[in-house]
């Protein structure tokens, strides 16, 4: 345990996110005095279940397709710095990530980095396909007879930390919860105890807050006219400091754009909590209802107030299933009387599905008048008064488990350039596998990690 503040800066809040933003993270991570660190969080529910998926077809697969994206610009940099690095990105294959990561040091010239690796997190490992099949899903979605891709434990910090207490300076975790990443070195530095739940309550609020990258410093916030944010094509990535004492400050990299005020703050704490008095995680009950920011200075905001609760008896673990083809095709119509024609479209569409025998659910979108609210099979709903004359595509997908049945609606939408309205164009139509996940709880007894240095 060394300093009274860590400093943890996020490098990317989900899979895709800008290979860039690290780097002023970096750079400003760099200029503080305590242990540091940098966090990329790259791995959603659908991102982990594709991992399985390439693993199936490659042993040496199966870790985040960006880990080289994200790691290769900064690496140098933080081993220069001492700026130690978590991140799930190794998804269905941590240890092949660590690999992955010592072939990049050598590649730069990096001697003797260590990679910590944690596994653990697949309950196919621990129990067989029937017990999971077995277990009641949070959507009421059965599970009996279904073709498993992989069931995956949300793991939590403790994990992370002993990693960090090997001497690992880049650490590979597979499934595990997005504040394990902030929370795992707090509890390293700080030795918070297991039943220390007001400061693990701060640390996973400061990890909560982390979690997204750029959404909490202004991206996702922004809305002209009622929510300006300066400079958002170089919005910076936060920055969080925290305390021994559980105190959270969240600011941002230097010399970039974006903006971290209390209301940025206070989106972001209620992103994606389903009971802000209990937030379930596998180290602490969350309870937000006390929580106040303040803001302390120029992008700089103080979080106090949160409360801890014991954690939970069961951990939550994602299944993915085989979830079949999902086949999309769209086109356009533009100029005068254009509803009209891309109406007319889908009344086409319709009735040659049912002519085909099309038994699959198909989704008819007009883009530009519906699209976000109607259902699979809805009637077509119109926005106020949209105008007869404009730019309109429609858009038809179709989920199906056998990939003729994609086929055969995607090529229909193809057929209306020359058997549909006038003027159709701008076609485009894609095919692609599909996983489906669903939630349930497993004793966290059953769960054992693993931790070592690759």
């Known amino acids: 345990m060394s300093g009274d503040t860590v400093y943890i800066g996020c490098g990317a809040g989900f899979a895709g996110d800008r290979f860039d933003a690290a780097g002023p993270v970096v750079r400003t991570l760099a200029r503080r005095d305590g242990p540091r660190y940098l966090i990329f969080e790259v791995l959603a529910e659908r991102t982990l279940a594709i991992a399985q998926r390439l693993r199936r077809e490659d042993p040496e697969a199966g870790y985040s397709p960006f880990l080289d994206d994200y790691v290769r610009p900064v690496l140098a940099?933080?081993?220069?710095?001492?700026?130690?690095?978590?991140?799930n990105f190794g998804a269905a294959n941590p240890l092949g990530a660590a690999r992955r990561i010592q072939a990049?040091?050598?590649?730069?010239g990096i001697e003797n980095l260590?990679?910590?690796?944690?596994?653990?997190?697949?309950?196919?490992?621990?129990?067989?396909?029937?017990?999971?099949r077995a277990l009641p899903t949070v959507e009421g979605l059965p599970?009996?007879?279904?073709?498993?891709?992989?069931?995956?434990?949300?793991?939590?910090?403790?994990p992370v930390a002993a990693a960090l207490a090997l001497g690992a300076d880049v650490v590979a975790v597979g499934r595990c919860t997005d504040v394990a990443l902030t929370l795992g070195p707090l509890i390293h530095e700080f030795g918070w105890a297991e039943d220390d739940w007001d400061r693990l309550a701060a640390g996973t609020v400061a990890g909560h807050l982390l979690e997204c990258g750029a959404q909490v410093t202004g991206s996702y916030f922004a809305d002209p006219?009622?929510?300006?944010?300066?400079?958002?094509?170089?919005?910076?990535?936060?920055?969080?400091?925290?305390?021994?004492?559980?105190?959270v400050v969240i600011t941002k990299a230097e010399d970039t754009g974006g903006m971290v005020s209390e209301r940025t703050v206070k989106e972001q704490i209620l992103y994606e909590v389903h009971d802000p008095s209990a937030y379930l995680t596998p180290d602490v009950v969350l309870d937000l209802t006390g929580v106040e920011?303040?803001?302390?200075?120029?992008?700089?905001?103080?979080?106090?107030?949160?409360?801890?609760?014991?954690?939970?008896?069961?951990l939550?673990?994602?299944?993915?299933?085989?979830?079949?083809?999902?086949?999309?095709?769209?086109?356009?119509?533009?100029?005068?009387?254009?509803?009209?024609?891309?109406?007319?479209?889908?009344?086409?569409l319709r009735e040659r599905f049912a002519t085909l025998g099309v038994n699959s659910p198909v989704r008819y979108d007009i883009i530009g008048v519906m699209s976000t609210f109607d259902g699979d099979g809805a009637p077509l709903r119109k926005a106020a008064a949209p105008s007869p004359d404009g730019d309109y595509r429609v858009r038809v997908a179709v989920r199906s488990l056998d990939r003729k049945v994609a086929e055969r609606v995607t090529n229909e939408v193809l057929a209306l350039y020359c058997c549909g309205p006038a003027g159709g164009g701008g076609q485009r139509q894609s095919i692609t596998s599909q996983i489906q996940t669903a939630s349930v709880l497993v004793d966290?007894?059953?769960?054992?990690?693993?931790?070592?240095l690759a």
């Open 77 to 87: 940099d933080c081993v220069a710095n001492r700026i130690r690095i978590v991140s």
């Open 104 to 108: 990049i040091a050598a590649e730069l």
């Open 114 to 132: 260590k990679v910590g690796v944690v596994e653990g997190d697949d309950l196919l490992g621990i129990m067989s396909a029937d017990e999971v």
């Open 143 to 158: 599970l009996a007879g279904v073709d498993l891709v992989a069931a995956n434990a949300y793991l939590g910090a403790r």
């Open 225 to 247: 006219g009622y929510k300006d944010v300066p400079a958002l094509a170089r919005v910076g990535f936060p920055i969080g400091e925290i305390g021994r004492d559980g105190s």
């Open 293 to 314: 920011v303040r803001q302390v200075g120029p992008d700089r905001v103080a979080v106090i107030g949160a409360a801890g609760h014991p954690r939970p008896p069961t």
């Open 316 to 348: 939550k673990a994602t299944v993915s299933l085989d979830g079949g083809w999902l086949g999309e095709a769209e086109m356009s119509y533009a100029g005068p009387n254009a509803l009209a024609r891309a109406e007319l479209a889908v009344e086409v």
């Open 444 to 452: 966290r007894d059953r769960v054992r990690p693993r931790v070592a």
